[in-house]
């Protein structure tokens, strides 16, 4: 036999010299590291019969709160000494024994021991395993294994504090919840308990904690927390229930919270889910550890996600009575950029107090901890200022109010509405002479979406400003304000056509005016475009853009080179432009010399031009062909040979024809005559022709009538070489 010191020692672990010498036989070392030894053994009783422990005076305190004695005679026992610590632990079995609480015998079985002396502080903790059997909530007994603590600080104790635990081989149906969760049961999958008796000031508590799911009478909800906090009576009365889920929609919660007096239907789309909410249930007014008061009847409460945005969600009700259900907002919501308050929406939510790292089921097991959790800081979870919604149960409604700040501007008070979409609202506050009726706004997506209608009147430079587009328009903004950027697109009609201008960046804006700037700007500077590209698509409605005075030519003398330089752009070419200069030209009174001469600048002065230019210019209705012909000559250079052709092309008469000859080119009525034969006229329409034209010309008509005059089989044009061999 050898004494615990004497064999530490033997081992290189030297006890303090005051230490009993406690002696022991048969010791086995188990495990040795240099730092740590653990050693089984059968302690001896001392000479005078006293028990080996009688010098540790918290354990005859511990056993004779617990109704036991030091244990006598010699038994088993397991010491395990570390050396960086100093301290020594020694683990014993005792005999069964029963703790008795306010009325409440709970029987310990098989229970263990364990003394973890401090050598250098002296203080001492005591912990101890065993079995209790908890007859509760469905009139079963089951065997929970308990584990308790004894803190003693300075000889005295200072707290009694443990936990129990179960895990059931399946989910049990373990607790009936009380009326107002009528319907609702736990199916448990472990079941834990955890007390605490806390000497001073003198605190008895007793809670329940289980993990599983809710069972309703629609679904299976699963819950991460569950606790009953009860007055440890024969009884188990529960004073207050709490439990949360991990996520749950609003529609759920209120159907859990009372499935036979909640209509929800119509809550059942709008994407309210909660984040680890918070139930709550107790009879009466229960003070709770964290300084908190647990108001009666179930209610629920958590943050919140609605459409991107964070909320606080509360829910009351007391006896079957709805008291009130909100969400409000996580303080004002601002949207800032560059400095800038784009959008606020403000309300009149108060502030929302709470510790979210102390739980409403927590049990202080020691002083420590409830003085931990008496005096904890509340923080705030919820900032004052936000807007406040409210959910309407019986009516399937949510609605709200928030006092509204736009561009610096304030909007007032506006109704919030909600629904599966969205939470929007409109102002109707005239801010701006620009915008009609209302701006709507809409709020999803942690994003804010604002649209309004707005009136334009801007003249915007087309083709070298020789001409302008005269945008006197209504166009719809559609804008978005993130965290990041303040975007906006405009969507405007052009003859019956939507056109769409994206990604405006407005974010430097900090007034309507400012925005309606950038707009007209990006007006400006697009539209021309946009324009052409729908002109190119629809090329007639050209002529109704000039008709409507949507576009305009402020500068008369450029009005021919615009209105070809247009049509050259839309890829119309010259033998199709009759339509566009008939109507155009004519509001303007454009020449038929100005436009030869602006297509001439644009195509050349080819053949081809020539001959496109003169049959397009003969077919419009308001230029004379007398002022074509002209007007070919002039710009052109173009020969009476060639005119004739175009006029002979085009359908022109005879006597239409030999006037322009005789007035802009001057032939006599031979040569007329016979360049006229050439292209393709007929004697007869030609000796017609010149007999309605008269003068010189009457005299060769009646000769082509009478088959005198004889048409050169050579150029018409040597009419002296036409005399001499006449006169031979």
Not at 156 to 168: D, V
Not at 483 to 495: D, G, K, T, V, Y
Not at 663 to 684: F, H, P, R
């Amino acid at each position: 036999m050898t004494t615990i010191p004497q064999f530490l020692a033997s081992q290189h672990y030297l006890l303090p010299r005051y230490f009993p010498e406690i002696t022991i036989a048969q010791p086995q070392i188990l495990q040795n590291n240099g730092d740590q030894i653990k050693v089984t053994a059968t302690v001896m009783p001392f000479q005078n019969g006293q028990s080996a422990f009688y010098w540790i005076s918290e354990l005859k305190i511990f056993l004779s709160f617990v109704g036991l004695q030091l244990q006598s005679g010699k038994f088993g026992i397991t010491f395990t000494y570390t050396k960086s610590q100093n301290t020594l632990t020694i683990a014993y079995g005792i005999q069964n024994f029963s703790i008795h609480i306010d009325g409440v015998n709970a029987d310990i079985d098989t229970p263990t021991l364990d003394i973890t002396l401090n050598l250098q502080s002296a203080d001492t903790i005591i912990d101890f395993l065993g079995y209790v059997n908890i007859s509760a909530f469905d009139s079963k007994t089951y065997p929970v294994l308990l584990n308790f603590q004894v803190d003693f600080t300075n000889k005295s104790l200072s707290s009694f504090a443990g936990s129990l635990s179960h895990t059931f081989s399946k989910p049990k149906e373990l607790l009936s919840l009380p009326p107002e969760l009528k319907g609702l049961t736990l199916n448990a999958e472990s079941l834990g308990i955890e007390a605490g008796m806390i000497v001073e000031p003198p605190i008895a508590l007793l809670g329940i904690s289980a993990s599983g799911t809710v069972k309703t009478a629609k679904e299976t909800l699963h819950v991460d927390d569950f606790a009953i906090i009860c007055t440890p009576d024969a009884d188990f009365a529960p004073l207050y229930i709490s439990f949360s889920f991990g996520e749950i929609t609003l529609a759920e919660a209120l159907q859990f919270a009372n499935p036979s007096a909640m209509k929800v239907e119509a809550l059942a789309n709008i994407p309210v889910v909660l984040k680890e909410p918070e139930f709550t249930w107790c009879e009466k007014s229960v003070p709770l550890i964290n300084g908190t008061t647990a108001s009666p009847g179930i209610s629920f409460q958590g943050m919140a996600d609605i459409f991107g945005f964070q909320v606080y969600a509360s829910f009351k009700q007391n006896n079957g009575q709805f008291q009130s259900c909100l969400l409000q907002f996580d303080g004002p919501l601002t949207f800032s950029l560059h400095g800038k308050n784009i959008l606020a929406l403000a309300g009149e939510g108060k502030a929302i107090l709470g510790n979210p790292e102390v739980k409403n089921w927590e049990v202080p097991l020691n002083s420590e901890d409830a003085y931990k959790i008496k005096h904890s800081q509340p923080k705030t979870i919820c900032k004052s200022g936000g807007a406040v919604i409210n959910v309407d149960t019986n009516d399937h409604e949510i609605f709200g109010s928030a006092q509204v700040t736009f561009l610096n501007m304030e909007m007032g008070i506006v109704d919030l509405n909600v629904n599966e979409h969205e939470i929007s609202f409109d102002t109707r506050t005239q801010i701006s002479h620009f915008i009609h009726q209302s701006i709507q706004f809409s709020l999803y997506d942690n994003q804010v979406y604002v649209a309004y209608t707005s009136h334009v009147d801007v003249k915007i430079p087309l083709l070298e400003n020789m001409g302008i587009y005269n945008f006197n328009n209504d166009i719809a903004v559609a804008s978005t304000i993130t965290h990041s950027n303040f975007m906006a697109e405009i969507q405007f009609e052009l003859m019956g056509t939507t056109h769409n201008i994206y990604s405006i960046d407005i974010s430097h804006c900090s007034s309507i005016e400012e925005i309606q700037e950038v707009i007209n700007n990006q007006l400006i500077e697009k539209l021309p475009a946009i324009l052409m590209e729908y002109l190119m698509a629809n090329p007639l409605q050209l002529i109704k853009l000039f008709q409507t005075g949507h576009i305009l030519i402020e500068k008369i003398e450029q009005a021919a080179t615009f209105l070809t330089s247009m049509l050259q752009k839309l890829g119309i070419p010259i033998p199709d432009m009759t339509p566009y200069i008939s109507e155009i030209g004519k509001m303007y009174h454009i020449s038929a010399q100005q436009l030869t001469e602006a297509i001439k600048s644009l195509y050349g002065e080819s053949e081809v031009v020539i001959k496109e230019t003169g049959k397009m210019l003969l077919k419009v209705p308001y230029l004379p062909s007398k002022e074509v012909a002209a007007a070919l000559k002039t710009t052109f250079n173009a020969g009476q040979e060639l005119v004739t052709e175009i006029f002979y092309g085009v359908g022109i008469g005879a006597k239409e024809t030999a006037e322009i000859l005789e007035n802009i080119y001057g032939m006599s009525a031979e040569g007329i005559a016979d360049l006229m034969k050439q292209v393709g006229y007929t004697a007869d329409a030609i000796g017609e022709a010149f007999e309605e034209v008269g003068g010189k010309l009457v005299k060769v008509g009646e000769e082509i009538i009478n088959h005198v005059f004889h048409f050169l089989p050579w150029s018409p044009f040597d009419f002296d070489a036409e005399k001499k061999e006449n006169s031979n």
